[in-house]
């Protein structure tokens, strides 16, 4: 079954530190996509990245990154420089099948101070 | 933005009361999805649509239904409320394999 773990609960940092969200997932599919989306406290999901399982090269787009690793089952994300507004609600997800529908982790929840 | 919208943002009802739930996705996203997010965890599927028929379905009993319509709008129907549906309800839109945007969601409360 289809399954994504976020241990970290809660992550505190004071602006400008790095912060790596850890996501580890279970799937019975041998090609998949992993979703991270970001929940403001206004409860939309903002969607930050999809990534297909064929790709295992990391991404960086700003100050954001993503370390996938196949082998460990693994979709790490790792904000550089926080900053006051990347404090929010992050999950990582996969699909139940194909594209979507989606099964989410509980969610890490980020609070950067100033 | 997504051009995702969701209606009611708040709604409060009593336990055993019926609820319609509203979402108004872009133009051409033939698939919609609705998620129930409790407080304190990921939102977790309730069921699909494409192309006006029910495509898949999480978890959920049968007093939770759904309609898409061909003006790309849906709705979510919940009968017989409990309190353990107090929860934000997300809707979801895509052109069928693309990249699913999220509305903002309806806060529900069950008294």
């Known amino acids: 079954a289809q399954k994504v773990t976020q241990a970290q609960t809660e992550i505190s940092v004071v602006e400008k530190e790095d912060v790596t969200l850890d996501c580890v997932y279970e799937?019975?599919?041998?090609?998949?996509?992993l979703f991270w989306y970001k929940q403001p406290p206004s409860g939309e999901l903002v969607f930050l990245i999809r990534?297909?399982?064929?790709?295992?090269q990391n991404e960086i787009s700003g100050r954001y990154s993503w370390n996938f690793q196949k082998s460990t089952s693994s979709f790490n994300f790792t904000i550089t420089a926080s900053q006051v507004v990347d404090s929010a609600v992050y999950f990582c997800?996969?699909?139940?099948?194909?594209?979507?529908?989606?099964?989410f982790g509980k969610g890490t929840r980020l609070s950067v101070i100033a | 933005e997504t051009g995702v919208t969701q209606s009611p943002t708040h709604l409060i009802k009593t336990r055993g009361q019926q609820v319609t739930l509203r979402c108004s996705s872009q133009?051409?996203?033939?698939?919609v999805s609705w998620y129930q997010q409790a407080l304190g965890q990921g939102p977790q599927f309730i069921f699909q649509?494409?192309?006006?028929?029910?495509?898949g379905r999480g978890n959920f009993p049968p007093r939770f239904s759904g309609l898409q319509f061909p003006n790309y709008s849906s709705e979510l129907n919940v009968n017989a409320l409990e309190l353990d549906d107090s929860a934000l309800y997300l809707c979801?839109?895509?052109?069928?394999?693309?990249?699913?945007?999220f509305g903002s969601g309806t806060r529900l409360t069950v008294v």
């Open positions: 997800a996969l699909p139940i099948s194909g594209n979507t529908p989606l099964v």
């Open positions: 799937t019975r599919d041998t090609t998949y996509y």
């Open positions: 990534r297909n399982s064929f790709d295992e």
């Open positions: 133009s051409g996203h033939n698939t």
């Open positions: 649509y494409y192309r006006e028929e029910e495509n």
């Open positions: 979801a839109s895509e052109d069928r394999g693309q990249t699913p945007g």
